[in-house]
Antibody, heavy 121, light 107 residues
Framework: EVQLAQSGAEVKEPGESLRISCKAS????????INWVRQMPGKGLEWIGR????????NYRPSFQGHVTISADKSISTVHLQWSSLRPSDTAMYYC??????????????WGQGTLVTVSS | DIQMTQSPSTLSASVGDSVTITCRAS??????LAWYQQKPGKAPNLLIY???SLESGVPSRFSGTGSGTEFTLTISGLQPDDFATYYC?????????FGQGTRLEIK
């Protein structure tokens, strides 16, 4: 069974750094891209970016580029999302997910349970 | 970026009704569109991929149509479990983008 297990909720102050994680199991980790999605309180879904775990190639939505970093550790089948300096506007639920991919047999989607990040002084 | 516009934003309906949600893309996305259902406090769940293909395990009352820039999700014979928020997502071009969501409420 495919599972994406995310790390627990975090409460941080503005300016602090943070790394949250997403551990994959039940499939070959390097075969599928992993995406990160933000959902601010009461709002919709925003794609942050994605990583190819086979070679750690990443691409980001421009509005997130430079503010977050996505990385992968193949040795533990885990993808990370990190910030070097959090802002109150980073308060949100963050999901890791696999999405369907065009022109492939990868037609399904799997999501982590979400990690709630709260940034407040 | 490709803008995805859903309508309506909110929809009120009764159990047994049939409803349709529309999603328009600002550019041609061929058929690379997915529909998700999200319930409060839960991660989204895939319903439809490639515009019209039903995900395994999803009830057949859900159906999707469309190609190019206009797409629809229809739920035929609403069940109590269907009252949730629905999102379309294009995966034709990076950055991947979602519609703003349609909240389906009980009338």
């Amino acid at each position: 069974e495919v599972q994406l297990a995310q790390s627990g909720a975090e409460v941080k102050e503005p300016g602090e750094s943070l790394r949250i994680s997403c551990k994959a199991s039940g499939y070959k980790f390097t075969k599928y891209w992993i995406n990160w999605v933000r959902q601010m309180p009461g709002k919709g879904l925003e794609w942050i970016g994605r990583i190819d775990p086979s070679d750690s190639y990443t691409n980001y939505r421009p509005s997130f580029q430079g503010h977050v970093t996505i990385s992968a550790d193949k040795s533990i089948s885990t993808v990370h999302l990190q910030w070097s300096s959090l802002r109150p506007s980073d308060t949100a639920m963050y999901y890791c997910a696999r999405f369907p991919v065009k022109f492939t047999h990868n037609t399904t989607s799997h999501w982590g349970q979400g990690t709630l990040v709260t940034v407040s002084s | 970026d490709i803008q995805m516009t859903q309508s309506p934003s909110t929809l009120s309906a009764s159990v047994g009704d049939s409803v349709t949600i529309t999603c328009r893309a600002s550019q041609n996305i061929v058929s690379w569109l997915a529909w998700y259902q999200q319930k409060p406090g839960k991660a989204p769940n895939l319903l439809i991929y490639q515009a019209s293909s039903l995900e395994s395990g999803v009830p057949s009352r859900f159906s999707g149509t469309g190609s190019g820039t206009e797409f629809t999700l229809t739920i035929s014979g609403l069940q109590p479990d269907d009252f949730a928020t629905y999102y379309c997502q294009q995966y034709n071009t990076s950055p991947i983008t979602f519609g703003q969501g349609t909240r389906l409420e009980i009338k």
